[in-house]
């Protein structure tokens, strides 16, 4: 693992406990809130683990928070400019996803976030996960095939899809190369 990879981990990790703190929670109650194991959730938090994005996405639904919140938090300094060197990328271990979150942090309900989702990989959110937000999602390059509850949709590049609903969703990239792809979210 990187120095940039175990920075982000151990950023995560001091986030999750954190926002745990600020609640009152102890481990074993948001290990009961996000159905993620105390020792799981204590190896997050001393930086020790790289978590899954379905990990970080039940634990910042447990707080209340979209991922990308979450990771915000973790990641951003303030400030009304996002310098592409310090914009926070993180990559699901499991999956080989790669996120970039675009905007600098401020008062706006806005986050942009670009994603690399490589040849044949999936990534799966559950509906609670939407809970919070609306989002867009303008593909750049290769092919996604994005499934919203029972429908699938077929994105080319230039395509812009919104979200309805709530629903457990299915980012795919059927290939033969990587899905690039911004996803657009307003919170609230």
């Not at 395509?159 to 709530?166: E, R």
Request: aromatic letters at 6%; a neutral charge; one cysteine or more.
């Amino acid at each position: 693992m990187t120095d940039i990879s175990n920075d982000i981990t151990s950023t995560i990790g001091r986030r999750i406990r954190s926002e745990r703190d600020l609640r009152g929670w102890s481990l074993a109650e948001l290990a009961e809130r996000s159905d993620v194991s105390k020792a799981m959730l204590s190896a997050m938090e001393r930086g020790m683990t790289s978590p899954t994005a379905a990990l970080l996405v039940r634990i910042a639904s447990a707080f209340g928070m979209t991922l990308s919140t979450l990771i915000a938090r973790a990641e951003m300094q303030g400030g009304s400019v996002s310098r592409k060197d310090e914009q926070p990328v993180w990559q699901d271990p499991a999956t080989g996803y790669v996120r970039r979150h675009l905007s600098p942090a401020t008062q706006l309900p806005l986050e942009l976030i670009r994603v690399s989702l490589p040849a044949g990989a999936k990534v799966e959110f559950p509906a609670a996960s939407y809970a919070f937000i609306k989002q867009q999602i303008w593909l750049i390059g290769g092919r996604l095939d994005f499934t919203e509850g029972n429908v699938v949709h077929r994105l080319e590049p230039g395509d812009c899809l919104a979200l309805g609903a709530p629903s457990d969703c299915t980012f795919h990239a059927p290939g033969p190369e990587a899905a690039e792809y911004l996803v657009a979210l307003v919170r609230g």
